[in-house]
């Protein structure tokens, strides 16, 4: 997986390891330790070490050694530069040096301390030492002359006084045998690294101490110590050479850089598996990298791990150039969801794993967090870092968002009146189910009157629902009263009817003028007696059909044998009322109110100027007869 860059991300580290011109380093004693940092991109350099001299008028000088050593850039070397006793009683020079006891003679004619070696050493130990300068021999009693520093090997100290009380010289395998005499106890062996002291005090003077060194010099019983021995066999030594005897007082190291170091531009040295890099190096010839590096050229490692890639040039006065790129690896991030097949305005969450943050595309995802996207396929990605590293990988994930189905909802008839039946049908899905349950597509009948809402859910093959509604409207059953009024001198019967129930307006057809146009009044005037049928009609569409009897009273016999006369009718003004005998008379309005009441004998004469046109109803009765006559007014 490549590492995803995103430019608002990326930063270029650039440093420069600058040119080094050949230098030379020298160290002269302090009594301590001293420090040597390899600059960065040598990888050798030439070591000239000098032992220091012993002690005493007649020391052995110091060895000198010298080589050209294989380093690393950035290196801390540690220098010791052995030290020239100056004290005739005391301990042997810095760094080695084999010490003098106690003075039993007196004067000048007691031996000295050793002389320390030098050495350049890759830490403190003596088994690091990369390059040994031997130091010289003390001297020994009566002027004894101390052996020199190495060479390979110290030289011995001289037997002035006694055969065999010298001390014998350092080696590459072993220090120098210490002086012995009779019974005396011995003096000292040299070790490695160190001169063996003087012989114990005892009824002869003392003797010389030995010289440091890679092993150091033996020392003298009452004669001069020996010198230790040099090393210039650190592996990868070239150009190796040691002399003995040849340095004065204190000892002294030089170390001299023997070429000029490649500049290097490095662009990174730690980068994310899937990041390029840049070695760009500048020397006074050609530059090429190891490890298929080119020159100035960006890199991909295919692997993880800590390479080191070294640089090297066709001039020899380059120094050689080496540097450790580290890929890191990447976390190995993970992209999750909850539900990969979601219903549009359904939420997901999505979940990184593998790094430490966690950032998605589209940006507007929060790790761990609902998030509702609109309907469409997806592929979401997400950048997981490691907190640690900084490096960063990719991982994807695949979101199905089904659209929800365009449901719709319809009914046979909106309005419809009690015992009725309508159907309610969906479209647009693949399955239905109706709120108030009802079957969808299957004609029912509802049980109350009312408004209901009817809401449809409707599924699709993929299990996405949307739902709609529509609203029916149960009216009560149309139903019609009526009263009548009979034909009394012919064609002046009426039908009077009152609808309820339904939705009003009502629309009437009377089957007295043909039948099936609804464009008739709802009462009838004007009548003869007979049957008349009328079918009703309301908004809603409920119709009702009534089937209405009209008497009629027009006949002579009827006129000839009725109670009551009036006349004439119609009228203008005046109406004589004839019923035999006393009578009582009314005269009403259609609506039913009593306008004129009045007591007559045989007959009344009655002045209907004041009425409005229109039909009037005349009662006249007694105890035992009663008779209405309708009349016109005109």
């Not at 002579?556 to 009228?571: F, Q």
């Amino acid at each position: 997986m490549k590492l995803l860059l995103r430019m608002s991300a990326v930063f270029l580290l650039v440093f420069s390891v600058g040119a080094i011109n050949a230098q030379v380093t020298t160290f002269n004693y302090t009594g301590g330790v001293q420090t040597y940092t390899v600059p960065p991109g040598v990888t050798s350099i030439e070591i000239e070490a000098f032992g220091a001299e012993g002690g005493g008028g007649f020391p052995g000088l110091g060895g000198r050694a010298m080589g050209t050593l294989p380093v690393t850039p950035g290196d801390v070397l540690q220098v010791y530069v052995g030290g020239n006793p100056t004290v005739q009683l005391g301990p042997g020079g810095f760094n080695g040096g084999g010490a003098v006891g106690a003075l039993p003679c007196g004067g000048g004619s007691d031996g000295w301390p050793g002389g320390g070696a030098s050495d350049v050493r890759t830490s403190p130990s003596l088994t690091d030492r990369m390059i040994v300068a031997g130091g010289g021999g003390g001297q020994g009693w009566s002027s004894g002359i101390g052996g020199a520093g190495g060479g390979l090997s110290g030289e011995d100290g001289d037997a002035s006084w006694i055969d065999d009380t010298n001390g014998k010289g350092g080696t590459q395998v072993a220090g120098g045998a210490g002086a012995t005499y009779g019974g005396h106890p011995p003096s000292g062996s040299g070790t490695l690294g160190v001169g063996g002291n003087s012989g114990p005090l005892d009824t002869y003077c003392t003797g010389g101490g030995g010289g440091g060194g890679y092993y150091g010099g033996g020392g003298g019983f009452v004669s001069a110590g020996a010198g230790g021995s040099s090393y210039i066999d650190y592996p990868g030594t070239t150009d190796g050479v040691t002399e003995p005897g040849v340095r004065e007082g204190h000892g002294l190291i030089i170390i001299t850089v023997l070429c000029t170091a490649i500049e290097v531009d490095v662009t990174d040295e730690e980068i994310c598996l899937g990041d390029s890099f840049t070695l760009t190096g500048e020397g006074a010839g050609t530059i090429t990298w190891d490890g298929g590096v080119e020159n100035g050229e960006p890199f991909t490692p295919e692997a993880t791990g800590v390479v080191t890639y070294t640089a090297t040039s066709d001039d020899g006065g380059d120094c050689g150039f080496t540097i450790d790129i580290e890929v890191l690896a990447l976390p190995d991030v993970t992209a999750s969801v909850d539900e990969d097949e979601i219903c549009e305005g359904e939420s997901i969450v999505l979940t990184g794993g593998g790094a430490d943050d966690y950032e998605w595309f589209p940006l507007e995802i929060e790790d761990g967090e609902e998030y509702t996207p609109e309907a469409g396929e997806y592929t979401y990605s997400v950048v997981g870092t490691d907190d640690e590293t900084g490096c960063e990988n990719t991982a994807e994930v695949e979101v199905s968002v089904h659209a929800l189905p365009d449901v719709s909802a319809s009914i046979s008839d909106d309005e419809i009146c009690l015992g009725e039946s309508v159907v309610l049908t969906g479209s647009g899905a693949d399955a239905y189910e109706w709120t108030p349950a009802e079957d969808d597509g299957v004609a029912f009948t509802p049980v109350a009157t009312g408004t209901t809402t009817y809401s449809v859910e409707g599924i699709d093959d993929s299990g996405c629902s949307n739902s709609a509604e529509v609203e029916l409207t149960v009216y009560d059953e149309l139903e019609v009263t009526y009263s009548t009024i009979e034909e009394i001198y012919g064609d002046d019967g009426e039908i009077n009817i009152t609808v309820t129930g339904g939705n009003p307006a009502y629309s009437f057809d009377w089957d007295n003028d043909g039948t099936g146009d609804f464009d008739d009044d709802e009462d009838l005037t004007g009548l003869s007696g007979g049957t008349y049928t009328v079918d009703v009609i309301c908004d809603a569409g409920c119709e009702v059909s009534e089937t209405i009897e009209l008497s009629s009273q027009v006949s002579i016999t009827e006129w000839e044998n009725s109670i009551v006369k009036v006349y004439p009718n119609p009228t203008n003004e005046l109406i004589t009322i004839s019923f035999e005998g006393n009578f009582v008379y009314e005269i009403t309005a259609i609506n039913g109110d009593i306008l004129v009441r009045g007591n007559a004998v045989d007959q009344s004469v009655v002045d209907l100027s004041t009425f409005a046109n229109g039909i009037y109803f005349v009662k006249a009765f007694d105890n035992a007869n009663s008779q209405t006559v309708k009349i016109v007014k005109k």
